[in-house]
Structure formats: C-alpha cells, structure tokens
C-alpha cells in the first residue's frame, strides 16, 4: 500500500499533466511561458505599414478615384478626406496597440471587448472573404505590371496572370511562415522599390508641372466636370481611395513581436503617450500612482 502510495505520489511530481506541471504556468509566468520572439525593430514597423499601404492600390485606384469623381478639384478633396480618416484609425489604433499589446489586430481587439463569438465571426470572416480577396487583387495586379512588357500589343493571357499570381502568393506565405526576419526583410525590400517607383512618378509629375502642363489644377477649371456628377460614383471614388489607403492597421497584428511597442519617455521602463507603463499582466497604470 505505502509502494503504491509513494509510486502515485512520484508519478503525479514527474507526469505532465501532474500538479506541479499544472502550477508551472503561474509560478513562471514572469518569464518561462511560450511568447513570440521580439525581432522587429522601428524601421522594420515602419515597412511594414508603408509596405502595406503603398502596395498595388496607390498605382490601381487613381485612376478610378479621377473617373468616378468627375474632376480634378473634387478627386484632390477625395484623396484629402480619405487619408484623413485613415490618419485618425491609424492613431487610434496606436492607442489600442499600447492599451492591448496582443498580436492579432482586429481580432484580438474584438475578442477582449464584445466576446469570443464576435471575435470568432470576425476572424471566421476575415480569413475566408476579406484577406483572401484584398490579396488576390494586389497579386493580380503585380502580375499585370510583369507581364506587360512582354505583351506590348495585347493583354496578358489570363492564365498567365493567375499562375504568376499564385506562384508569387504561395512564395510570400512560405516566407512569411518560415523566419519572421525574413519577412521582414523582404517587406523592407519591396518597400524601398515602390518608394522608388513612387517618387520617379512624383518626379515625372513635377517635371511635367514645371513644362507648364499644369491646366487642370488652375482654379478656374480644376471642378470642370467631364461628367455628370452621381452621388453613387462619388460614394465609389471614396471606395478607391480608401483602398489606395488600406493597410494602416496591420503593424497591430504582430504587436508582440515588436522590440519596443511603447514610447520609451523613461529608460526604466516603458511608457505610453498618457505617462502610463505596463504591467506583467498586460494591463496599464498611472505612473503617478507609483
């Protein structure tokens, strides 16, 4: 009876499901948990957003924006408010970043706030309709621009489009799921390259500026409209810009993986914009009260 006694109690010690295993998450949780590595530093955050935000939509929804305006004037006041409303989400969800620092984005968010049901709608919706689609157009259109040159009188076969799209997509995916360095410095990469196309367009355009080519954006017939004003293509060419503008929020969703999410005002310890600092459960307190 004390044999079987004393085997039990060592195998309850030694057994991964036994107590002192099931106590090991609260007695390490200073510092033994399983945690995302810390490798992405400020200017890879700062790819990462513009990365994001100067993807395929900067070079796509222009025209659209100018089309569905039906002006010069009026697409210069569409592009002005959209990346308005962009610059108040982004802080936002800088605010958020610091008050929640969980990976995840919009999820997480959701999920700390309404429920796990309205987190799970939201990442159930997001992962089938709204990433997959939002990749597929970007991709497609990466593929349009390397293909072109090699069709200057025709299209592109459009199986020729979808192939290169997917190939470039499953590519991306086993970078990203294999080294978040990597992914990194890729997104640093093709950050600089549409940093460099976008400024020889912006080159361009003040070259041309400067010719004197510059007739619609005088006042006087800058709002002459080439087309008959519609409430429902004005509504569209906010949709474009928007678009242009998306991607302002995916740093949220490797905030843990951040070397320092906070703005560092003491070098003991971090601290938010409200003189807050965190605490080991995630939480924040008034530096005051300390």
């Given amino acids: 009876m004390e044999k079987g006694a004393r085997h039990r109690n060592n195998t309850g010690k030694n057994h991964p499901g036994g107590s002192e295993s099931e106590a090991s998450p609260e007695t390490g949780s200073g510092g033994g948990g399983v945690a995302l590595k810390k490798e992405i530093g400020l200017v890879s955050a700062c790819g990462i957003i513009v990365g994001n935000i100067i993807g395929s939509g900067i070079f796509v929804s222009p025209k659209g924006v100018l089309e569905n305006a039906g002006s010069v004037g009026l697409a210069l006041i569409v592009w002005i408010m959209t990346g308005l409303i962009t610059a108040v989400g982004a802080l936002c969800y800088a605010e958020l970043g610091v008050t929640i620092p969980k990976s995840g984005g919009d999820y997480s968010y959701v999920k700390d706030i309404f429920g796990g049901l309205a987190g799970f709608l939201r990442l159930w919706i997001a992962v089938l309709v709204i990433y997959p689609t939002n990749q597929a157009v970007i991709a497609l259109t990466f593929s349009n621009y390397v293909l072109q040159p090699l069709f200057p009188t025709c299209f592109p076969p459009e199986s020729g489009l979808r192939l290169l799209a997917a190939i470039c997509l499953l590519l991306l995916t086993w970078v990203n799921c294999s080294s978040v360095r990597w992914a990194t410095r890729v997104q640093d990469v093709f950050t600089a390259g549409k ?35 519609d409430i429902g293509l004005i509504a569209l060419a906010f949709l474009q810009g928007s678009f242009a503008y998306g991607g302002w929020n995916f740093l949220n969703y490797v905030t843990e993986e951040l070397v320092d999410p906070y703005k560092v005002a003491d070098p003991g310890e971090p601290e938010d914009v409200y003189g807050c600092v965190p605490q080991g459960g995630g939480g924040l307190r008034d530096r005051g009260a300390t």
């Fill in 195 to 229: 940093l460099l196309a976008l400024g020889l367009i912006i080159v361009m355009g003040v070259v041309q500026i400067c010719k004197g080519q510059y007739f619609w954006l005088e006042p006087k017939n800058a709002f002459e409209n080439f087309q008959e004003p």
